[in-house]
């Protein structure tokens, strides 16, 4: 069984057009590659067809994985959403306590993460430790290096 995940209009629409791509143009050049390949006589020490062979399966595993993501994914309607709470979709900003350092981040779904860009994956510690906060609210959590303390002083959408 699947989890649901939930994204955007255009982050759902980013994983399926990465799938189409996979499927109608990274699919048929490979196996065009594993033809040309085997056309070149003996397979078994055929270093290119070995090669092919190996991308199209790792290339079918990665189709195999989004076409999940995308039949469990679901639009988030966020007029339905407590705007007061800490969300999935929540634009959250928070200072740590230990060095009054400021930090802004968007919450979103793990294929949607992208730190750079301010956007925070909801299963990392910092995003399971966020959600259902409010602001205000004075949060301990527990990351890698340790527990940090942050006070939530911003939410919105």
Do not use: C, W
Not at 21 to 29: C, H, T, V
Not at 79 to 89: C, E, G, N
Not at 124 to 136: D, M, N, Q
């Amino acid at each position: 069984m699947s989890n649901v995940s939930y994204y955007t209009p255009e982050g759902l629409k980013k994983l399926k057009d990465e799938l189409l791509q996979l499927e109608q143009i990274e699919r048929p050049r490979v196996t065009q590659e594993i033809a040309d390949a085997r056309d070149k006589g003996d397979l078994s020490e055929n270093a290119e067809y070995h090669a092919a062979k190996e991308e199209q399966s790792l290339l079918e595993t990665k189709i195999a994985k989004l076409k999940n993501v995308v039949a469990s994914a679901r639009i988030i309607d966020e007029s339905q959403l407590d705007v007061s709470k800490i969300l999935i979709h929540s634009i959250v900003k928070i200072k740590n306590k230990a060095n009054g350092m400021e930090f802004s981040y968007t919450l979103v779904a793990d294929s949607e993460s992208d730190i750079r860009n301010g956007k925070l994956s909801v299963n990392s510690p910092i995003g399971k430790g966020l959600l259902g906060k409010e602001l205000g609210d004075v949060v301990e959590i527990e990351v890698p290096n340790g527990m940090m303390t942050f006070e939530v002083t911003e939410v919105s959408r």
